[in-house]
């Protein structure tokens, strides 16, 4: 099981910037894939980003895409998503997610699912005003 902490949340204008962080604790996290993900109030948990094991492959959903960059240092257990020029419509609650995954250079099938993610953070709320 992987422990995770994701901060870095705010208030931010539009077009502004944040860069959210995802501590984690555990063993091996090089063999999980991490994603993020964000959720609004009555809506379903939304698939935002995904970086492998070993960092050198990424996904994205086509309304970040160009806007977002997912990255992860194993060093510092640690996966950040730098998110520039923010909308109002990315206003959520933040979440973190581990996902088993041992071939470090590629990602996983259905990635964008978050029922195929094991381990939550708690979330960080962005919260982007006009």
């Known amino acids: 099981q992987v422990q995770l902490v994701e901060s870095g949340g705010g208030l931010v204008q539009v077009g502004g910037s944040l860069t959210l962080s995802c501590a984690a604790s555990?063993?091996?996290?090089?063999?999980?894939?991490l994603g993020w993900f964000r959720q609004v109030p009555g809506k379903e948990r939304e698939f935002v980003a995904v970086?492998?094991?070993?960092?050198?492959?990424?996904g994205y959903t086509d309304s970040v895409e160009g806007r977002f960059s997912i990255s992860r240092d194993n060093g510092k257990d640690t996966v950040y998503l730098q998110m520039n020029d923010l909308k109002t419509e990315d206003t959520a609650v933040y979440y973190c997610?581990?996902?088993?995954?041992?071939?470090?250079?590629?990602?996983?099938?259905?990635?964008?699912?978050?029922?195929?993610?094991?381990?939550w953070g708690r979330g960080t709320q962005v919260t982007v005003s006009s």
């Open positions: 997610a581990t996902k088993r995954w041992t071939y470090l250079h590629t990602l996983p099938p259905a990635y964008s699912l978050p029922s195929e993610y094991i381990d």
């Open positions: 555990g063993r091996a996290l090089e063999t999980y894939a």
């Open positions: 970086i492998s094991g070993g960092g050198s492959r990424t």
